[in-house]
């Protein structure tokens, strides 16, 4: 602080700019830290729902191919039953 004293204005203005200066250095840290935190967990985030859709789409896919065998084996035996 210099050697000369502040009125009463300059000394609001310097506490308000200083206070902002401040405020505005905390959200941009508080950002940063935020965008870094999410690159680094990207992946995990990322591959946890891949896996699950992955296991649903192989259980649909068994189901599918467990639904055509039975629907091929009725239609086998329907038509060897109206064979003569």
Do not use: N
């Not at 990207?42 to 591959?47: I, K």
Request: glycine share 4%; proline share 4%; hydrophobic share 50%.
């Amino acid at each position: 602080m210099s050697s000369r004293v502040l009125h009463k204005g300059e000394l609001r203005r310097k506490i308000k700019w200083e206070s902002l200066i401040y405020l505005v250095a905390g959200l941009a840290v508080i950002v940063v830290a935020f965008i870094v935190l999410s690159f680094i967990q990207l992946p995990q985030w990322l591959e946890t729902p891949k896996e699950t859709l992955r296991s649903d789409e192989l259980a649909s896919l068994g189901r599918l191919a467990e639904d055509k065998a039975v629907f091929t084996s009725e239609v086998r035996c329907a038509a060897r039953a109206g064979l003569p």
